[in-house]
């Protein structure tokens, strides 16, 4: 084997893959250097590559101990070094054991949680996590588009103050959750950034949705048009500011003093972009680097500003936490059902304030499939598998700590990435990069477990096999969808049931071949193929029709609460007989992603005659 190719599977890079029709795509040498270089890996020529990987088997083949192990709460981990030599454990909490080890370390059994333990000058990450997450008991939820929560007459950009009254009244009817798509913090002076799923960091939350009741009404626009409606918030919440009492800036300088660095970090890159604007790839490359001169400088004569940026991040918080204590005041068994996406934007503060984290020049993707021939790229920067895993994994566990902060579920999006991410470089064909499933679903028990959590896993398309078992092993719920298979009763139960998704046309558009038009009319499918696809369609709308026992939404959602799936999600879409999705995937402006509404009010939502009708079938099937 080449040089090229011995590096490439050391760090990672999977030398083939299968497409969803089963055809192999080896990963070229062009690949596998483009790829290599964005892991800082230099392989530009044989010699180069025979260097770099002499210096990464130096660094792995000296380790005494794996440079992570898994262990259960409770235990001591069994690890056995190569020789001996002094060991130094210091648990999450600060509490420092020490000893000397021979043929097997004599540590103590661990809490849960992420652990450092030191070992002849060499760290290992010792992940105490539970085997497994308890299955919630079967229930139901609604999903909705946070965005369009607002009626026509009134207008604007959907809040956390209309979620509130949403959930409320979803609450009254006896759902368990209520799901939305990503609240990450995004991109407010760029109006045309308006995807949840391409964040510009993961760790804190969306200012654009927070409520402001002085802002100016937007009424009569049929889509969400989003520059304008930001725009007014930003201006509301500016002149909010502006007033804030004492006790609100000693509540602020409390949040502050909570957030630390990693929060003045990101108030920062805010400020940044405010003078620069959104993409920091894009400003002096003297404000490139988080901790140079500049932006110390910058940080000085800008703190207003700056504190501004903590405070709206403090807004949110306090109203998403408003949205947490209703959820449990009214007994709902998870609350808030968030979404995690599977990746950030390359220019978002996420990549700004830790850099080197992040791969550079690729973006995760998918392959070739019937409505993207020629593959997907997301322009979404992946993390560095070996990066991640010498950072003890913590990255990961901030993200996820602070959406389960005021999540009673959490939606992982596209989990597949926790076995493989598929990147996409620019100029040369995608290759699948592997990750460390076994830490990163250990990582996510923790924190599910600290906040009595449950996950779902979207573990949908080419599934990397064994990745479903260990789902379920462990505890994180998998994804059932009815468009797909017709057969909710023989699915298991460590499931999160559904008729489609954000990505798939409601139920009445699905039955009316919606979705397939708009394929043909964009150019994604040859008109031959629109025909083939609409006969398939009605087939396939036939066949439920007749697994179900009606051809309308409310036989539908019988069918699945008699599911064995311990949780249904209702999309909200699809009780308001709906057509069109919300999102198009390949597409950016020539479908309205993410500016329909829904059409009722929010407070309207609970006493909804559709919606208390799925109700009933949920609850007549013990959920």
Request: aromatic share 6%; net charge negative.
């Amino acid at each position: 084997m080449s040089a090229l190719g011995a590096l490439a599977r050391a760090a990672g890079v999977l030398p083939v893959y299968r497409d969803l029709a089963g055809v192999a795509h080896p990963t070229g040498p062009e690949t596998a250097r483009a790829l290599l270089s964005a892991m800082g890996l230099a392989a530009e020529t044989e010699a180069e590559a025979a260097g770099t990987l002499a210096a990464w088997q130096a660094e792995t083949s000296g380790r005494a101990l794996p440079a992570w192990a898994v262990a259960e709460p409770g235990n001591a981990p069994d690890l056995r070094p190569v020789r001996g030599g002094e060991w130094h454990l210091q648990l999450e909490d600060g509490t420092q054991h020490e000893g000397r080890a021979g043929d097997r370390l004599a540590l103590p059994p661990l809490p849960l949680g992420l652990h450092r333990l030191i070992f002849d000058g060499q760290e290992t990450t010792l992940l105490a996590a539970p085997a497994a997450l308890p299955l919630p008991p079967r229930g139901w939820g609604v999903m909705l588009p946070l965005y369009g929560l607002r009626d026509e007459a009134r207008g604007g950009l959907g809040d956390y103050a209309d979620l509130h009254l949403a959930l409320a009244g979803i609450a009254s009817q006896g759902a368990g959750f209520v799901g939305i798509n990503p609240i990450h913090a995004g991109f407010p002076g760029d109006p045309t950034a308006i995807s949840p799923y391409s964040p510009s960091s993961r760790r804190r939350f969306n200012v654009a949705h927070i409520a402001c009741p002085q802002e100016t009404a937007l009424p009569g626009r049929v889509l969400v048009d989003h520059a304008p409606a930001i725009a007014a918030r930003m201006a509301c919440l500016r002149s909010e500011f502006a007033h804030l009492s004492p006790d609100d800036h000693a509540a602020l300088a409390v949040f502050r003093r909570a957030g630390g660095a990693e929060l003045e970090r990101f108030a920062i890159h805010q400020a940044l972009s405010r003078h620069f604007g959104e993409y920091w790839t894009g400003w002096p490359v003297e404000f490139h680097a988080v901790d140079g001169p500049a932006v110390g400088r910058f940080a000085v004569e800008h703190a207003d500003e700056i504190a501004f940026h903590a405070w709206l991040q403090y807004r949110a918080e306090t109203q998403l936490g408003a949205i947490r204590d209703v959820a449990r005041t009214q007994g709902m068994a998870q609350g808030l059902y968030l979404d995690l996406a599977v990746g950030t934007h390359p220019a978002g503060a996420e990549t700004w304030a830790d850099p080197d984290l992040f791969a550079r020049g690729v973006s995760l993707g998918a392959p070739p499939d019937p409505f993207a021939p020629q593959g997907q790229s997301w322009t979404l920067a992946p993390m560095i598998p070996h990066r991640l895993a010498a950072r003890g994994f913590a990255p990961l566990a901030e993200i996820l700590r602070a959406q389960l902060k005021f999540a009673g579920a959490l939606r992982i999006d596209h989990i597949l990435g926790f076995d493989r991410a598929f990147w996409v470089p620019k100029g040369a064909p995608g290759a699948y990069v592997a990750m460390p499933r076994a830490a990163m679903l250990a990582v996510a028990r923790i924190e599910a477990a600290r906040a009595g959590a449950v996950l779902v896993g979207e573990d949908l398309g080419v599934v990397p096999d064994g990745l479903q078992a260990d789902l379920a092993g462990a505890g994180v719920l998998g994804c059932r969808l009815a468009m797909f298979d017709h057969s909710p009763g023989a699915w298991p139960e460590a499931v999160m049931a559904s008729f489609g998704t954000h990505d798939l046309p409601p139920y009445s558009g699905w039955r009316e071949g919606i979705d397939i038009d708009w394929h043909e009319r964009l150019g994604h499918l040859t008109s031959d193929a629109a025909r083939a696809a609409r006969a398939q369609r009605l087939d396939d709308a036939r066949d439920l029709a007749a697994r179900t026992g009606g051809a309308d939404v409310d036989a539908l959602y019988r069918l699945l609460a008699a599911s064995p799936a311990r949780l249904v999600a209702v999309q909200i879409e699809d009780i308001l007989g709906r057509e069109a999705q919300a999102n198009l995937p390949g597409t950016i402006d020539s479908h309205p992603n993410w500016r329909r509404r829904i059409g009722p009010a929010p407070g309207a939502l609970g006493q909804c005659d559709a919606l208390a009708r799925t109700a009933r079938a949920m609850q007549d099937n013990g959920r």
